[in-house]
């Protein structure tokens, strides 16, 4: 059984992790830590013996392998940590700055490091899906975005828009950066051939919704993916650290785990 942490347990997505860890017959939950003065810190994980803790040195010391729904600070606090013990990392925290992206580097020099804005095998294949419909239709249709969350998701657009964007962008050869158009407000006059429009619509409790749209003239084509239960994420994480703790250092993706 291979030894893991889980990050953030008192959260939306930690809590699915540690759930579901327990279940596995692969993976052993060892440790748990969240920020300090959460109210879980203290606290059992249910169902096990495993005390939730704020030391994130101490936690991911007894593990091979951490799974990583938190923040961009704390994604790099814990890779930079890791890095110093050789900790596999899975991290699934969106909006990561550059600090959190190269301390991520550096860990993946001396551990494996598997980064997914989203985890579940079904976006995996809309991006896929995207990167394909976009070079076979080419530049007469105009590619567009559009993400649904819930009311307290922080970050816009979401990783897993981005991500989408992206293998649009690489199926019609274009770059993503200079291709982005996040904001359609007063006189914008008419779109650009090359844009990538990009806009988020946030309520209730939608657990995530993406579509790629590639709009021609005279018809337009929908891929779309909708989370139905968080615990798709929680179990493609926990999916990826069984996978991931057996490779060699270096930085990994869904794809490389799913073989698409
Ligand atoms: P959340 O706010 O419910 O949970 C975040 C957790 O991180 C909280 O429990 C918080 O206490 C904890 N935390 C903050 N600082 C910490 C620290 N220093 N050490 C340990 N824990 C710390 O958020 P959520 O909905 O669970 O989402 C978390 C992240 O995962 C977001 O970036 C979200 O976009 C992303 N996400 C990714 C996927 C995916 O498949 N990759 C799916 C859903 C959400």
């Not at 005390?51 to 799974?67: E, M, N, P, R, T």
């Not at 598997?114 to 995207?130: D, M, R």
């Not at 897993?160 to 199926?171: C, E, I, P, Q, S």
């Not at 995530?208 to 909708?226: C, D, N, P, Q, V």
Request: with cysteine; hydrophobic share 45%; net charge neutral.
């Amino acid at each position: 059984m291979i030894p893991l942490c889980v990050l953030g347990p008192s959260g939306r997505m930690g809590a699915q992790v540690a759930t579901l860890a327990l279940a596995s017959s692969e993976l052993r939950l060892c440790s748990a830590a969240d920020r300090a003065g959460s109210a879980i810190v203290g606290s059992r994980i249910a169902g096990s013996d495993v005390v939730v803790g704020d030391d994130l040195q101490g936690a991911l010391s007894q593990a091979k392998v951490y799974i990583d729904f938190t923040t961009p600070a704390s994604t790099a606090s814990a890779a930079r940590i890791a890095a110093k013990q050789g900790c596999a990392a899975v991290v699934g925290t969106t909006g990561l700055d550059a600090e959190a992206e190269s301390a991520l580097d550096e860990l993946a020099r001396v551990a494996p490091v598997l980064v997914a804005a989203n985890f579940s095998p079904g976006v995996a294949l809309l991006l896929h899906l995207a990167e394909l419909a976009a070079r076979a239709l080419g530049p007469a249709y105009d590619l567009e975005v559009l993400e649904l969350h819930h009311r307290n998701k922080v970050d816009a657009p979401s990783g897993t828009a981005l991500a989408l964007g992206k293998a649009l962008a690489k199926g019609r050869d274009l770059d993503f950066q200079a291709a982005l158009q996040s904001a359609r407000t007063g006189q914008v006059g008419p779109r650009k051939d090359n844009e990538i429009g990009m806009f988020a619509i946030r309520g209730g409790d939608i657990i995530g919704e993406h579509t790629a749209f590639l709009i021609g003239a005279e018809e337009r084509i929908e891929i779309s993916h909708k989370a139905q239960r968080r615990s798709v994420f929680a179990s493609g994480a926990l999916r990826a650290a069984s996978w991931l703790a057996e490779r060699a250092p270096g930085r990994y993706t869904m794809t490389d785990l799913l073989g698409f």
